[in-house]
């Protein structure tokens, strides 16, 4: 059982001395082979939390099969213990959080349906202009036209009513206040 508890300690330290030396380009690929294995909903199985639970198991099962006179079977699930609770607590502590935190500027056109936005370019009624419209903490031009046939004059306040042939189609911001 040590050849078992020491491959997994060294495959676990080869694999965080790769990981250090290749960067992201390791875990993106982990990460589309779990999506790819419809794993999507199983979010705590990532390269982190799976190879440090083993590196654990490992670590874990040499120190108390060396240290203790636990019989085998118990040192194995005691070791398997130790890794599951480690596991939990980098997915909880480490992974979890930074996952949340990752912030992106890029958004979908169809992200755009509802938001207020200012007329920069006048949109007259049956052709185009701009509409300046603030997505997350930045601000966006986009061609617009109108929705039901009504023109715009500059600095005017609309909504995108909806998106079509990648230009926003907007109606007249109606403030209820």
Not at 104 to 127: C, D, F, H, N, W
Not at 161 to 167: F, H, L, N, S
Request: aromatic letters at 10%; glycine letters at 12%; hydrophobic letters at 45%.
């Amino acid at each position: 059982m040590q050849t078992v508890y020491w491959s997994c300690l060294y495959g676990g330290i080869i694999f965080a001395v790769i990981t250090v030396i290749f960067g992201d380009l390791l875990g993106d690929a982990f990460d589309g082979l779990l999506n790819a294995l419809s794993f999507d909903h199983l979010d705590f199985l990532n390269p982190m939390t799976l190879v440090g639970g083993i590196t654990a198991f490992g670590g874990a099962g040499i120190m108390l099969d060396r240290l203790t006179s636990l019989e085998t079977l118990i040192v194995a699930v005691l070791a398997m213990m130790i890794a599951t609770s480690l596991s939990v607590c980098v997915y909880f502590v480490y992974v979890r959080p930074m996952k949340n935190a990752e912030n992106s500027s890029g958004y979908l056109m169809t992200e755009l349906t509802g938001k207020i936005g200012t007329v920069t370019v006048p949109i007259p009624k049956q052709g185009f202009g701009e509409v300046l419209i603030k997505i997350g903490g930045g601000n966006t031009n986009h061609i617009a036209c109108s929705y039901d046939g009504e023109g715009f004059a500059a600095d005017s306040r609309v909504v995108v009513a909806a998106i079509k042939d990648g230009t926003v189609r907007v109606i007249r911001y109606q403030d209820n206040e």
